[in-house]
């Protein structure tokens, strides 16, 4: 756990709400190894996560983490899936994959080669976590920091090609780390994408880092060492810029919605008010 630095430590808060979603009555998705992901730590930064959304002496003015989580978990489900059903897409990268169990808890067609790559404290974390417990699908884990400058290197010489299509999630990512950083990312995963390559990532907008309403969840991600620290509010022009034709949903909208969000969904033309973005499109 020492080996894990705070921003792959919310990988556990994610497990954690996997874990919580998966003993619902009414959930979205099963997850049967969140809870062995999560481990003691993710109930605990849960917890406070659940104390400032919820809390007990007022109403509630931020977003329903519980309910996001959970939508968002099933819309990548749904496109990871949908992804994997064309003949012509090989290959699906996580990326950071983090405690993510889709390749244990999902059937992937025999077609595809799943890499999550993450760094080695992260997967050797999870490789313990998960002792004796089969992938459902090809999968290839590459150890490497996404910072540093041969990950794609090392993706390459696990078997991914950059001349066949691909697909990529970039999930829990983008708010953790700066513009220029997010910007080196996106274009670093076009340069390894063919066209007819597919994309998804979440994002928040540049509100949500600096609204009053929203200092409550701010405040405990900072506090753990983690920040957001990026914000668009216009993704579809964001990821268009590195080749990739994408449709941002807020979740609520239709398609991104299964139920569940609680919260009014504002109109994109309102100004000065939170949102986050489930972006998710191709490489042109």
Not at 120 to 147: H, I, M, N, S, Y
Not at 196 to 216: H, Q, Y
Request: aromatic share 10%.
């Amino acid at each position: 756990m020492a080996d894990l630095n705070p921003v792959e430590r919310t990988a556990l808060l994610t497990a954690a709400l996997r874990a919580a979603e998966t003993r619902r009555d009414d959930r979205l998705y099963e997850d049967p190894y969140a809870a062995l992901l999560a481990g003691d730590v993710g109930p605990r930064l849960l917890a406070e996560v659940r104390t400032a959304t919820f809390p007990p002496d007022r109403p509630r003015s931020l977003p329903s983490t519980p309910d996001y989580n959970a939508i968002r978990t099933r819309f990548f489900d749904d496109f990871l899936h949908g992804a994997a059903e064309d003949p012509g897409m090989t290959q699906i990268v996580l990326a950071p994959s983090g405690m993510d169990s889709r390749v244990y808890r999902m059937r992937w067609p025999g077609h595809v080669r799943y890499f999550e790559v993450d760094r080695p404290a992260v997967l050797r974390f999870k490789e313990e976590r998960l002792a004796g417990v089969a992938p459902q699908g090809a999968l290839r884990t590459v150890a490497a920091d996404l910072t540093s400058d041969a990950w794609e290197a090392e993706l390459v010489a696990a078997g991914y090609d950059p001349a066949l299509p691909s697909t990529w999630l970039l999930e829990g990512l983008l708010y953790y780390i700066p513009e220029a950083d997010t910007r080196r990312m996106l274009e670093r995963v076009a340069a390894l994408c063919a066209p007819g390559s597919r994309i998804a990532a979440d994002l928040v907008n540049t509100a949500a880092l600096t609204l009053p309403e929203m200092r409550g969840l701010l405040d405990v991600f900072a506090g753990w060492g983690c920040p957001w620290l990026f914000g668009s509010d216009e993704p579809e022009a964001l990821f268009d810029q590195y080749g990739f034709e994408v449709e941002a949903l807020q979740p609520g909208d239709r398609g991104a919605n299964f139920g569940r969000w609680p919260d009014p969904v504002p109109p994109r033309e309102v100004k000065d008010v939170r949102r986050v973005f489930f972006v998710h499109g191709r490489r042109r």
